[in-house]
T-cell receptor
Framework: AQSVTQLDSHVSVSEGTPVLLRCNYSSSYSPSLFWYVQHPNKGLQLLLKYTSAATLVKGINGFEAEFKKSETSFHLTKPSAHMSDAAEYFCVVSPGGATNKLIFGTGTLLAVQP | DTGVSQNPRHKITKRGQNVTFRCDPISEHNRLYWYRQTLGQGPEFLTYFQNEAQLEKSRLLSDRFSAERPKGSFSTLEIQRTEQGDSAMYLC???????????FGSGTRLTVV
């Protein structure tokens, strides 16, 4: 079975400093991986996705993630945090197949301090 | 279309009552999904439709839950005889076929008292 583990439930950074949100995945074959962001009272928004093309994936709002098969990791990074980045972030894997359903991690709440 | 629309945004109900939620997907998306998100957890898959056909249901979807998508347009999720454990955010999403481009709605937050 496929799953993802988000290693930190809360991360706090200062505005202008780098962001690192960690995610490890478990999959018996090459997975499709995603990062979603959820702002309060708003729908989930796709930040980026990896589907076995380039291992370094660039997303919206300056975020990027690197797929590392040897480490089974898909960590999300951003060079410089902005106050508007404060939100909950979900690492997601899809087992593929006809359903295309998504399996979410438990989330990482990012706080950005002024 | 401005996105996936869910109504109501909030619902408070007494234990044992029935509730129904509605989801209006993006019109050209033929796939529609329901997820449930409880406090402190990520969303969990409940069920999915391709057009009007319900093609997969999670074990989370007990017999008190029923979902429909008549004519392959909007969808409803009904919970009968609600229990406190049903309190959660219910999320709807739609995608074009064969595409991972999910668009999520803002959800319906259910509180069972």
């Amino acid at each position: 079975a496929q799953s993802v583990t988000q290693l930190d439930s809360h991360v706090s950074v200062s505005e202008g400093t780098p962001v690192l949100l960690r995610c490890n995945y478990s999959s018996s074959y090459s997975p499709s991986l995603f990062w979603y962001v959820q702002h309060p009272n708003k729908g989930l928004q796709l930040l980026l996705k990896y589907t076995s093309a380039a291992t370094l994936v660039k997303g919206i709002n300056g975020f990027e993630a690197e797929f590392k098969k040897s480490e089974t990791s898909f960590h999300l990074t951003k060079p410089s945090a902005h106050m508007s980045d404060a939100a909950e972030y979900f690492c997601v894997v899809s087992p593929g197949g006809a359903t295309n359903k998504l399996i979410f991690g438990t989330g990482t709440l990012l706080a950005v301090q002024p | 279309d401005t996105g996936v629309s869910q109504n109501p945004r909030h619902k408070i109900t007494k234990r044992g009552q029935n509730v129904t939620f509605r989801c209006d997907p993006i019109s050209e998306h033929n796939r529609l999904y329901w997820y449930r998100q409880t406090l402190g957890q990520g969303p969990e898959f409940l069920t999915y439709f391709q057009n009007e056909a319900q093609l997969e249901k999670s074990r989370l979807l007990s017999d008190r839950f029923s979902a429909e998508r008549p004519k392959g347009s909007f969808s409803t999720l009904e919970i009968q005889r609600t229990e406190q454990g049903d309190s959660a955010m219910y999320l709807c999403a739609s995608t074009p076929q064969g595409n991972y481009g999910y668009t999520f709605g803002s959800g319906t937050r259910l509180t069972v008292v």
